[in-house]
């Protein structure tokens, strides 16, 4: 089993960036697909980018594409989230996960059923 843990939220005006990360504890990072997803007050939590064990593949949402930046350094046992250009509605309580398994590509965790292991998130809020 492996913990998870999010920092970096917090608030910061559009337009500006944000960095998060995960650090992952219990079992080594190569052996998980990671992702992160979101949850906006009153809406469902929904995918924003994943990157598979060796950090060749990344997929993303369409809504984060060309200002969203997924990596990890598995020496580090840390995921991280590079967000750029923040819009307003990007605000929302932001959650890393793990999904067990070495996959070649990094769709396979696109889906929010597909992930074995949840962080507790952090807060991202981008005033207007």
């Known amino acids: 089993q492996v913990q998870l843990v999010e920092s970096g939220g917090g608030l910061v005006q559009a337009g500006g960036s944000l960095r998060l990360s995960c650090a992952a504890s219990g079992r080594i990072l190569s052996r998980y697909l990671m992702g992160w997803f979101r949850q906006a007050p009153g809406k469902e939590r929904e995918f924003v980018a994943t990157?598979?064990?060796?950090?060749?593949?990344?997929s993303y949402a369409d809504s984060v594409k060309e200002r969203f930046t997924i990596s990890r350094d598995n020496a580090e046992n840390t995921v991280y989230l590079q967000m750029n250009s923040l819009k307003p509605e990007d605000t929302a309580d932001y959650y890393c996960?793990?999904?067990?398994?070495?996959?070649?590509?990094?769709?396979?965790?696109?889906?929010?059923?597909?992930?074995?292991?949840w962080g507790k998130g952090t807060l991202v809020t981008v005033s207007s």
């Open positions: 990157i598979n064990w060796s950090g060749d593949s990344t």
């Open positions: 996960a793990a999904k067990t398994g070495r996959y070649s590509s990094a769709s396979y965790g696109s889906e929010l059923s597909a992930m074995d292991y």
